[in-house]
């Protein structure tokens, strides 16, 4: 988010006590499983094809712009999908970088 400059994408806080899934017709344990991205048409792009769909944000010319055009690569697609699938599996046991025992999260950051 903090290189999207032309603010052309608006991230949701998924976590949040105040976020309905029902209008998007997905659930929450599905939004909780993997990335999701939904266009100004509606369409809904999930795992690997969200990257893609988050990154055309981005001028041709920059990285992300870049990384959109590889991750359709048949090889490469493929290659993130096996390695996004594996990430899905484990990150609900990998440690989290805060804490949010008491119904509300901030983040510190380093100076």
Known sequence: MKKDHDEKLVAVNISSPDFDPAPY????????????????????????????????????????????????????NRLARIGYWLFARVRPYLPKRHQCDSGTCSIHHKK
């Open 25 to 76: 017709r997905i659930s929450l344990a599905d939004f909780m499983h993997q990335l999701h991205a939904i266009d100004q048409d509606g369409l809904v792009f999930k795992g690997v094809d969200s990257f893609w769909a988050i990154w055309q944000a981005f001028p041709s010319s920059t990285i992300y712009g870049f990384m959109g055009r590889i991750i359709q690569l048949p090889l490469v």
